[in-house]
């Protein structure tokens, strides 16, 4: 690495524990880390981070930014304003949004909108099936030659139900080398269900989400992966039984990955008994002996990362009964915190294990270039500073995005963010987002091609 010119302005950032361990400077010029020897210090954009830990920018690989067609409940600007506060530097964004993400119009303009906003990659996942209707393919290699170049294909929020469907989305999707991500659940099991399935659903009257209505599935999609040589990746993994399919899956040599989410590592079904349609999601929260499970899985690799499958809906949406409520919860602002609170102050992951989980892992799986050497001279500055003895209540003020959700709402969590650069540029300084990155430049064949398109109870310590 050369020297920066004296007329480059170069960021330096003293005494950042990397990766919760050795601490030495980072330096920051033209979007890389550079020797900080190489820098004139006089005249660099100093940050003191004495008592902080740098970790690479996180990588969501589940996000719903609702844009197109659920902009009342997030927009592309709000969920990417959301994600930078949360650490975040780049986003993966679900199909299910309205007209779907099966065409080339569609995931240009989510690409579009998130190099407007500026505060986060966005990258979009294009739709396994024509409208989510799990009848037909959707144009796979259109969606992975467009310039957003897709490289997830995902129904989520469906799943992709018909065995020969779903063959043919991973014969396809490999031919692409790309990744389906499945939803896992088995509609014939989970008609009507709107929490987990047993003693206490049926205490409460609920109906019941059975944990094999996850595992069957998976199950299932693991051999045909095998079958067909295709990479398949398993969201949101919520019960113990699904730990173990995907364990034999890997031992197998099965080219399976698979997620957790924040609240499934950290929430239990007790919090139902309120009826407070803010712990409504799918797949749902389940026993303490599931919880338990998840986290070692995670610890032991057989879960690659966590995904925050952010959901945002409107007030309107989640203020009545629960049965009747929409699934799904906010987790970008609070997925490291949660993590934290599950993983690392339980000694199951040190800081390192978190950047693996929520940084590099997913970003590898996503195929997001940048991220495979984090923190190191010459890669790409995506850097996030933690305050890891921070205790911060969550209130709706601790929010960025649109809505307000969360689930951990009136709850302590662990750590804070306190500065993020996404590429050199900064997005959250000193806790707050810098509203006014927005990208240099947008490219023009996305622009010529999007813009006459008509684009229609209980925390387990």
């Known amino acids: 690495m050369t020297a920066p010119t004296a007329h480059t302005r170069a960021t330096l950032i003293t005494g950042a524990a990397i990766l919760g361990g050795e601490r030495r400077d980072l330096a920051i010029v033209d979007g890389a880390l550079v020797d900080p020897t190489t820098i004139d210090r006089d005249s660099a954009d100093v940050v003191d981070a004495s008592g902080l830990i740098a970790l690479p920018g996180l990588v969501d690989l589940h996000t719903h930014l609702r844009q197109p067609g659920g902009e009342q409940a997030e927009t592309v600007a709000t969920g990417v ?91 396809h999707a490999a031919s692409l080398g790309a990744v389906v991500a499945q939803h ?3 509609p014939d099991l989970t008609r009507g269900a709107v929490m987990h399935e047993g003693p206490l659903s049926a205490e409460l009257g609920l109906a019941g989400w059975p944990s094999v209505a996850e595992s069957s599935i998976v199950a299932r999609d693991a051999m045909l992966a095998e079958l067909t040589g295709a990479r398949l990746h398993v969201c949101h993994v919520s019960t113990a039984g699904t730990v173990e399919v995907v364990r034999a899956a890997k031992a197998r040599g099965i080219a ?19 009826y407070d349609a803010r712990f409504k999601v799918n797949p749902p929260l389940r026993t303490d002996a599931d919880v338990q499970a998840l986290r070692e899985a995670l610890a032991d690799g057989t879960i690659d990362i966590v995904a925050t499958d952010h959901a945002p809906h409107a007030p309107e949406a989640k203020q009545t009964a629960f049965a009747d409520a929409a699934f799904g919860m906010v987790g970008l602002e609070t997925a490291l915190g949660a993590v934290q609170e599950a993983m690392v102050e339980t000694g199951l992951l040190d800081w390192a294990g ?9 970003a590898a799986i996503g195929q997001e270039a940048g991220y495979d050497a984090p923190l190191e001279i010459g890669s790409p500055a995506h850097v996030v500073l933690v305050d890891p003895a921070a205790r911060t209540t969550i209130d709706t003020g601790s929010l960025r995005g649109r809505s307000a959700n969360s689930p951990f709402l009136g709850i302590e969590l662990p750590g804070s963010v306190r500065h993020v ?9 000193d806790a707050v987002v810098v509203e006014a990155v927005v990208e240099a430049a947008v490219g023009a064949a996305v622009g010529a091609a999007v813009g006459a398109a008509p684009l229609e109870g209980q925390v387990r310590a």
């Open 81 to 171: 304003r959301a994600a930078a506060a949360g650490g975040y530097t780049c986003v993966f964004a679900m199909a299910n949004t309205n007209p779907v993400a099966d065409t080339r119009a569609v995931v240009e303009q989510v690409h579009r909108l998130g190099q407007e906003a500026g505060l986060a990659t966005v990258r979009p996942i294009g739709a396994v099936t024509v409208g989510l209707a799990g009848e037909r393919l959707a144009d796979m290699t259109m969606l992975a030659r467009s310039a957003a170049r897709v490289t997830v294909f995902s129904d989520d929020g469906k799943c992709v139900a018909d065995a020969e469907l779903m063959r043919r989305a991973l014969e």
């Open 184 to 186: 896992a659940q088995d």
């Open 256 to 274: 399976i990955t698979a997620e957790v989410t924040p609240h499934h590592l950290l929430l239990t079904e007790q919090l139902v008994r309120g």
């Open 354 to 362: 978190v950047a693996r989980v929520m940084s590099t892992a997913p």
């Open 421 to 429: 650069w996404r590429g050199g540029r900064r997005t959250v300084a």
